[in-house]
């Protein structure tokens, strides 16, 4: 079955620095990964995702991730930081389009100023 | 844009209570998913419907039910409620169109069951 995992549990960067959030997934065959982010109490957004073609997406409120085969990776990265994203961070994989996400623990990003 | 629409958004009940959860998906949407979300979880996939028929399943307790209407929406019964059954509990839709780029799932903002 396929599965994602985040390493990071907690990340604490500064206003204005950059940010790199690590994916790893296991899965046979090429997976659909989705990031996705929560605000405390509220649903979650979509942010990108990657289905094939190009490995470097980009996606809403700046952010952008590299899909890459051979360290079965997808990380999220932003190049300068703002206190509102401020979050819990998902990385998801989808076995096949339309089917259940399998999410992984999520990362709680901490913006200092 | 349309988003998810689900309600209630808070709702609290006893042990031993029933609960039903209601999800509007984003319009022409033919597709629901249903997550559970502890406390400080991952969300976990539980049941989906593609067309009004179950297409996917997942780690639903016996004691939950849920089926789409013929609007799509779709209903989440929740039976013999449980302290653990306390998490925020998400609806997602998508299109199931055939081509790859659209069966992307878009998630409501939850409703957050409390059961005392």
């Known amino acids: 079955a396929q599965s994602v995992t985040q390493p990071d549990i907690h990340i604490t960067v500064s206003e204005g620095a950059s940010l790199e959030l690590r994916c790893n997934y296991s899965?046979?065959?090429?997976?659909?990964l989705f990031w996705y982010v929560q605000s405390p109490g509220q649903g979650l957004q979509l942010l990108l995702k990657y289905f094939s073609g190009d490995t470097l997406v980009q996606g809403i409120k700046g952010f952008e991730a590299e899909f890459k085969r051979s360290q079965s990776s997808f990380n999220l990265r932003k190049p300068s930081v703002h206190w509102s994203d401020a979050a819990e961070y998902f990385c998801?994989?989808?076995?096949?389009?339309?089917?259940?996400?399998?999410f992984g623990k999520g990362t709680s990003l901490l913006v200092t100023p | 844009a349309a988003g998810v629409i689900q309600s209630p958004r808070h709702l609290i009940k006893e042990k031993r209570e029933t609960a039903t959860l209601k999800c509007y998906p984003i319009p022409r949407h033919d597709t629901v998913y249903w997550y559970q979300q502890g406390p400080g979880q991952d969300p976990q996939f539980l049941i989906s419907?593609?067309?009004?028929?179950?297409?996917d399943k997942g780690s639903i307790p016996d004691r939950f039910s849920a089926q789409q209407f013929s609007d799509y929406h779709s209903e989440l019964n929740m039976s013999s409620l449980e302290l653990g059954d306390s998490a925020l509990y998400f609806c997602?839709?998508?299109?199931?169109?055939?081509?790859?780029?659209?069966?992307?799932?878009?998630f409501g903002p939850g409703t957050r069951l409390t059961v005392l």
């Open positions: 998801a994989v989808g076995a096949d389009s339309g089917y259940a996400l399998n």
């Open positions: 899965y046979g065959a090429t997976p659909y």
């Open positions: 419907f593609y067309e009004k028929m179950q297409s």
């Open positions: 997602a839709s998508s299109l199931a169109s055939g081509a790859l780029y659209t069966d992307t799932q878009y």
